[in-house]
């Protein structure tokens, strides 16, 4: 396993891949746990994380949010999104993913372990999120190296609340994901490698309206995995 | 001289970067460079100009980025954009008066997709858009066909044999690697030159992604084992993000020195990439129009490859594995026949774990259409297993169907010298550059002396060459008689298998097991005869991994003749082999079947029921009584979050162990097991995630229903179809995305109209009632146990 894998083994958050599993806020019992820790080592053996992002100049109004970077404007019509970004006037827009090697482990604990496969997939989950972690606080600090102190909104994705994943397109032409990190985007719009993320990330010198958490955000208030869920 | 004569002979130069310079001029953000072919011609050609003026010999025609996807949003056509481009290099040509060499690339990149059987697209799809593209530029006379900026070796393949099928044109692939070698999809510089080499392309190397300073690193890998002309066309530097802004800083000066070392270093063919110009390309013209060229030497390895990794055949033997094999095998032929395509990756699973080099596949049964199935089987495959493969069939149309669907160099099992034989499969061969395992045998059969297999050794050796394919792709099999039938045939055999490595210079490949039919106690022979054959030159055994006499062997001989570095993987496999707690301790399990499965014990189970069945307790009792009800407690668990997911999957692997072991009684006492019905499940078209309709098909199979799984990103079309002819009554039907869920209610629209008398269920992560309601599904299930509730509600109403 290499530094930078390791690096995102210890930023795993165990808890978000007990939750992906249906625990909720449960702790599975020992010797799940243990093949919990097995199959993250074996992904993490495995994975070859690519990130690539850019960062632009915003203007936020109500209901649209406008990047701008040398001359390149990139328009985005959402609510959500320029409620979640008001008060920035920097953001990052982010592609990041484990590569295909995810996506083969799974496919082969699929054939020979069930079980495994589920927990690859939880843990897939866990380490792209782990991994953005990672990258938004390299990125933060060198864009806090220029003086103010800035600080990072919650990642936001199309997809979430009103944001269409049309947008998906958008951001694959700009970042030249495909080429650049080998993210491909179907017709249905899913990322492949699935263990893939695309986000848009706000920075501000206000620190008060700083982390939160986009889980508790989301509008399907029944879904099993929200977290904090435990039981109806 | 052509193109084809003076590459390797004297030092070309390619273009630089196109995409700066055209943002330079105007190309505003998400406007398609192409188009500028016909809306901007004169910027076009001005820029290839710039190039030929700074000294460029090869200008790329402005169709990177030309395809079949991409004209689907533009007012143009493929053929347009194709045309006008290679035209504008003309052109631009015919105005620059110059005695150097020029030529005109039709430049192919990638399609943006990925391919399946991990993507979307078809292997024959993504041909057919390269198709397009190269016949498009072959009529505007292109003078080669440049594949660059690549990282698929799959998509690459598909693009050279529609290269090469669709026009006579040189064809140099140049692909973007990463720092560590590693193209985006895995493969590395190894794997991809031996097929690309096997494909019969002109020119191999590297462009984009990097510097000249990190290809410097990188070119010595591929000066490794590369026997074509080399190009190199990196990027001025590696990217550099400035205020957010990427741009490129490495200055002409600077480059062009380091494209000088690259020459020096073995590059034959030097441009560059993004962040070039014609400032770049001309100092590097400058530096390195006078270097005298390393000639092009063959480096005669025999090599086969898979996506991510090449193997060579050299003096420390290889395991290939050979248990993806009818014969002999009823339980295999079964799977063959089911199409139980899980029973076929599991053995190679299996042999992977064990240490195998290579994979052998052979699907052959008579009863069933081996060229789709070795088709299926190739791709399925080489989705999961990292080995090559070794297409082993008699069947020319399975062979050159696993050969062309083959992600890598393959190997090819077999000819052997009947004229017939060596007529059919050399033309495939050397087509696909497959390995090529030789037998010794012809129209006479297989001959009795050392002296008979050598002249029909030799024979093969000289026809291959006739078509064009070289000794380092014919690996020779002495062939083995056994010894039961004659105490001469392992002699025989050694002494053919040694003159034929040691004095014509073949590597040799054996059947090893082959030498102790109709005796006993088989493996002692084998073992023997194994390092025996090791020791008088066998480069390969095709043999069984699982065999721990025959790995023991194997490791042994690698040790002793200094192929294993301090013994390390002597000593891996045998404390592998000695930390195993013998078969006999586990066999006194300390749980019952039922809580064996509760505890998601599967080799218990497994071995608590052979002992139920073995106290004669009868099948159906065993599951209607032990294992259903102790499945439902944990089904019941789950329901009451007392239990989760991986708890319920592992009592569902454990009842499968179960299952297993009574189906085996079974069909000993010729019976089925019997179904509670037919389920057809499937994740909708447009949809790639399928664990969760995996997690529900294992679970269902528990309750004993028959699944009838047909993947992932499924047309509604071919659900109708299934449900039609097996005359379905339940469907379940996956989806993620909000974006999928409309193929959802596609498929039940579909399945509606025809008036098909079957239920619906369907599940997924955006799934509600509401919307299950809305789009016309019978039952919505909200996690794994539902769909089990549901099927079993419907089989006690006999409506299944």
Known sequence: MDDSNREIGNKVNLREIYRYLGYGARIPDDSIQNLIIEVLDALLCVIKPRNIYKVFHSSISESQVVLEKSGRILVFESKNLADNLAQCNTVVLLAATLGIEADKLLQRYEILHMTKAAIVQACGAACIEAYCNILQEQILDELSKKGTKLFLRPRFSPGYGDLPLQYQRMIFQELECTKRIGITLTDSLLMYPTKSVSALIGLTANPQSCHIDKCSQCDNITCAFRSGTVEK | ?800
């Not at chain 2, 741009?247 to 993004?274: D, H, I, K, N, Y």
């Not at chain 2, 439902?632 to 179960?658: I, N, R, T, W, Y």
């Open chain 2, 1 to 800: 001289m052509n193109f084809r004569e003076q590459l390797g002979r004297q030092i070309l130069f390619f273009d630089g970067g196109m995409g700066t310079l055209l943002q330079e001029r105007g190309l505003l953000a998400g406007e398609v460079p192409e188009t500028w072919n016909i809306l901007h011609p004169e910027i076009i050609r001005q820029i290839h100009k710039e190039y030929l003026l700074a000294g460029s010999n090869i200008i790329s025609a402005n169709t990177f980025g030309v395809n079949a996807f991409k004209c689907k949003n533009l007012e143009y056509t493929v053929n347009e954009l194709v045309t006008a481009g290679v035209r504008l290099v003309r052109e631009a040509m015919g105005e620059v008066h110059s005695s150097q060499p020029m030529y005109a690339a039709l430049d192919i990149g990638s399609i943006g997709k990925l391919l399946k059987p991990l993507g979307e697209v078809s292997f024959d799809e993504a041909y057919k858009v390269f198709q397009e593209i190269v016949i498009a530029g072959n009529q505007a006379e292109a003078d080669l066909i440049l594949i660059e900026t690549v990282s698929d070796s799959y998509e690459i393949k598909a693009a050279v044999l529609a290269a090469k099928e669709n026009s006579n044109l040189p064809v140099v692939v140049t692909m973007i690697f990463d720092e560590n070698g590693k193209l985006l999809t895995g493969g590395d510089v190894a794997s991809v030159t031996a097929m690309l080499e096997g494909l019969g392309v002109d020119a191999i190397g590297f462009n984009c992604g990097l510097g000249p300073e990190q290809m410097k690193k990188l070119l010595p890998q591929l000066t490794a084992c590369c026997s074509l002309p080399i190009v190199m066309n990196p990027n001025a530097g590696l990217p550099v993000v400035v205020n957010g802004q990427t741009t490129f800083e490495v200055e002409p000066e600077e480059f062009a020195q380091s494209m000088r070392t690259l020459v020096e270093m073995g590059a034959s063919v030097v441009g560059g990439c993004c962040g070039t110009t014609p400032a770049h390309i001309k100092r590097v013209v400058e530096l390195c129009k006078n270097i005298e060229i390393a000639p092009v030497t063959d480096k005669k390895l025999t090599v086969v490859s898979s996506y991510n990794h090449a193997v060579y055949f050299t003096k420390k033997p290889l395991i290939i594995g050979e248990r993806i094999n009818p014969t002999g095998k009823s339980k295999f032929k079964q799977a063959l026949r089911d199409h139980d395509m899980e029973y076929l990756y599991k053995e190679g699973l299996v042999q992977e774990e064990k240490g195998a080099h290579i994979l052998d596949v052979n699907v052959g049964l008579p009863e069933i259409d081996e060229p789709q199935l070795m088709e299926e089987t190739v791709t399925g495959i080489q989705a999961i297993i990292d080995l090559p493969l070794q297409i082993d069939t008699s069947n020319t149309e399975a062979m050159e169907r696993g050969l062309r669907y083959y992600n890598g160099k393959p190997m090819l099992n077999s000819v052997n010298g009947k004229k017939e034989s060596m007529e059919s499969v050399f033309p495939i061969a050397k087509k696909y550059g497959a390995v090529l395992v030789c037998l010794c045998l012809d129209e006479g059969g297989i001959p009795e002396t050392v002296e008979g297999r050598l002249q029909v050794a030799e024979k093969i050796v000289k026809t291959a060459a006739q078509y064009g394919i070289p000794k380092k792709n014919l690996v020779m099999d002495a062939l083995v008689l056994t010894i039961s039938t004659g105490k001469d045939n392992a002699n025989i055999t050694l002494e053919a298998l040694r003159r034929i490595r040691y004095e014509m210079g073949l590597h040799t490949v054996l059947g090893v097991s082959n030498i102790s039919f109709g005796l006993p106690e088989r493996s002692r022979i084998n073992t023997a005869f194994f390092t025996m054959a090791m020791n008088n030159g066998l480069s390969a055994g095709i043999v069984n991994p699982s065999s721990e006499p025959m790995m023991s062997a194997y490791y042994s001989f690698n040790a002793l003749i200094g192929e294993d570095n301090q013994c390390s993987a002597y000593i891996a496999n045998a404390s592998q082999t000695i930390d195993k707690p013998s078969v006999s301790s586990t066999k006194s399990s300390v749980y019952t079947l039922d809580e064996a499965i509760i505890k998601g014990l599967a080799e218990s189970a497994s071995e608590e029921t052979i002992k139920l069945l073995e106290q004669n307790m009868d099948a159906l009792s065993i599951i209607n009584e032990k294992l259903i009800p102790a499945l439902d407690v944990v089904g019941k668990g789950f329901e009451e979050k007392k239990m989760f997911l991986p708890q319920l999957l592992m009592s569902a692997e454990a009842a499968k162990a179960s299952f297993e072991a009574i189906k085996a009684t079974l069909s000993k006492q010729g019976k089925d097991s019997e179904s509670k019905g037919k389920i057809v499940i499937a994740t909708v078209k447009g949809d790639i995630h399928d664990i969760g309709k995996n997690i529900v098909k294992t679970l269902l199979e528990n309750y004993g229903f028959e699944m009838i799984d047909l993947g992932k990103d499924v047309d509604p079309e071919q659900i109708l179809k299934t449900v039609q002819e097996q005359q379905v009554k339940l469907v379940g039907l996956s989806a993620l995305m909000t974006t999928t869920v409309v193929n959802m209610e596609a498929t039940i629209k579909l399945l509606r109209e025809h008036d098909v008398n079957c239920k619906v269920m369907v599940g997924g992560a955006v799934l509600t009632q509401e919307y299950a309601d809305m789009i016309g599904a019978d039952f919505y299930s909200k996690d794994a146990m539902g769909s089990v509730r549901y099927a079993n509600a419907l089989y006690e109403r006999g409506e299944l």
